[in-house]
């Protein structure tokens, strides 16, 4: 085995599981930072377990470990190793075959899908020193209860800090309208009804315009996400040298072999590689599956986020069309943004890096009327969560955070819900942490931050209080207001605003979200 030195963040996140007390932690790194190899190089007290859901996942971690190593998938049977990496489907039905203190650790891989009964059930037979679960995919959007599971997150690196690392491929955003009418597709387990999806999506029409699209767009070696078999094998048809593959499909490495080695062009799969696949050159990729699963949409993109000495960038031309009230994820769910301001048009998100992407909603966001409805926005916060602000006066910025000024520089802020269902309070000086309130379940943060307050800023309470805030907040925004405002703002962004009309509620929401 080639022997793999580990990058800083990765040794970090070893060193702190190897310290870590007893129990079940989430370990959350993007898709391309390297899970497996952090898992593989765990100190271990005893034996490891590693739980996935595919047969290339079963295989995959072997590569990495020196030590003896069983599967438990199908006809392969464990007899004693270091190391068993099992399929939970073929291990879920042999637990009589295990002492339930057999493994010092559990691995979970693809965590996300640890609530299922399948996963439960080996949980609740085996009794590990740790259970670690790794995932790709740390937000709340799809209502994935991981905090039933695990009990917090013990390390973090997401998308956006591997690309600002280069750790990870920065990502081209493009859209390409189908013309696909998805608006009567009913919603199901969380997603579209997949035979109603495909019905509207795979016509020869719409698939011409995707195989146009990748002749006219596509750089280089290009992986397509279709929605059904049929549909991936109509769009391969209509691409020279395309090859689609599905689950029945045969010899699926030595295909990923010669698609690396530039002998295909062009991939077109349906729900194969969508997670733990490692095809080290993808520099396009194509979303003809639309999807509201915000975790399978980021597994799906993940696939090509990995650097390659021949790539410069990934090229994520997500197809779309007529959706309704149907909320679809594209390129800007990757970095948590669910909803684009009105003002925000595909048109000024072709031809983007992400990174300019999120700078151009965030100075969107900051413009008039957005910043005006910041009530609603903590309104739709306590009722999508059931949760109780105790009227504080919140800004909601861009990234999910809450925000409160406390006057003299002083902030209180609330990080976004993680999957795990927990967050952060902190309390900021001059944007810098000065202090860790609180962890833990989002309304027991948002109760001890309000006794925080209460008891450490109470002569501020007309800053933070609601109530208070409106009586003075229907005033003209004062003069250090306006000061402050023009201040943090560009000539542009200063002439967007009529600051003539401005009320001091507006001004401090505006504040709130330049300097919060």
């Known amino acids: 085995m080639e022997t793999i030195t580990l990058r800083d963040y990765q040794q970090e996140c070893v060193d702190i599981i190897n310290n870590a007390e007893s129990g079940s932690y989430l370990v959350c790194v993007a898709t391309g930072l390297g899970k497996t190899v952090i898992f593989s190089h765990i100190e271990r007290k005893g034996r490891m377990l590693i739980l996935s859901h595919r047969e290339e996942l079963v295989w995959q971690p072997k590569k990495y470990f020196e030590c003896s190593y069983g599967v438990e998938q199908s006809d392969n049977h464990s007899n004693g190793e270091d190391v068993v990496s099992a399929s939970v489907q073929s291990l879920v039905r042999r637990l009589d075959s295990f002492s339930p203190d057999d493994f010092d650790i559990i691995i979970t891989d693809e965590a996300h899908h640890a609530v299922a009964d399948t996963y439960r059930k080996i949980y609740d037979y085996f009794k590990p020193r740790l259970h670690l679960g790794f995932t790709a995919t740390p937000n709340r959007a799809d209502n994935v209860k991981l905090g039933m599971i ?3 997150i013990i390390y973090e690196r ?3 800090w591997g690309i600002k690392h280069e750790y990870l491929s920065n990502i081209e955003c493009f859209r390409v309208n189908v013309g696909y009418d998805i608006s009567e597709v009913h919603k199901q387990c969380g997603d579209l009804n997949i035979s109603e999806l495909s019905t509207a999506v795979d016509t020869p029409v719409q698939n011409q315009i995707v195989a146009d699209a990748y002749k006219e767009h596509a750089v280089g070696q290009t992986l397509i996400f279709a929605t059904t078999v049929k549909h991936a094998e109509n769009i391969a048809a209509l691409i020279d040298g395309a090859v689609a593959v599905t ?3 045969p010899n699926r490495n030595e295909i990923i072999e010669k698609f690396t080695n530039r002998e295909i062009p062009c991939l077109v799969n349906c729900m194969v590689f969508t997670e733990g696949t490692d095809m080290p050159l993808i520099e396009t990729i194509i979303i003809d ?4 699963n915000a975790s399978l949409y980021t597994q799906m993109v993940g696939r090509g986020l990995r650097t390659h000495k021949e790539k410069k960038h990934l090229l994520l031309m997500d197809c779309v069309g007529v959706t309704g009230k149907l909320d679809i ?10 909803k684009l ?5 595909p048109e000024d998100i072709d031809g983007k890096m992400i990174t300019e992407i999120e700078e151009i909603i965030e100075a969107e966001i900051n413009k008039p009327p957005n910043w005006k409805i910041n009530l609603e926005l903590v309104k739709l916060f306590e009722e999508r969560g059931n949760y109780d602000t105790h009227n504080i006066n919140y800004v909601v910025l861009p990234n999910g955070y809450l925000s409160c000024s406390l006057g003299n520089k002083w902030t209180l802020r609330i990080s976004a819900e993680d999957i795990a269902g927990n967050c952060n309070a902190y309390l900021m000086l001059n944007r810098k942490l000065f202090q860790t309130i609180t ?9 001890a931050a309000y006794s925080f307050i209460v008891k450490n800023f109470p002569k501020s309470c007309y800053l933070w209080d609601v109530e208070k805030v409106k009586k003075w907040g229907k005033k003209p925004a004062s003069v250090s207001q306006i000061k402050l405002l023009k201040k943090k703002m560009n000539i542009l962004e200063q002439r967007e605003i009529n600051f003539d009309e401005m009320t001091k509620y507006e001004a401090s929401i505006l504040i709130g979200r330049l300097v919060g």
């Open 150 to 152: 695990f009990s917090k």
């Open 158 to 160: 997401d998308l956006k």
């Open 247 to 249: 689950a029945d499909t």
């Open 289 to 292: 599956r639309p999807t509201r």
């Open 329 to 338: 994820c594209t390129a800007p769910d990757l970095f948590g943004i669910d």
């Open 341 to 345: 301001p009105d003002s925000v048009t």
């Open 439 to 447: 962890s833990g379940a989002v309304q027991d943060v948002l109760d």
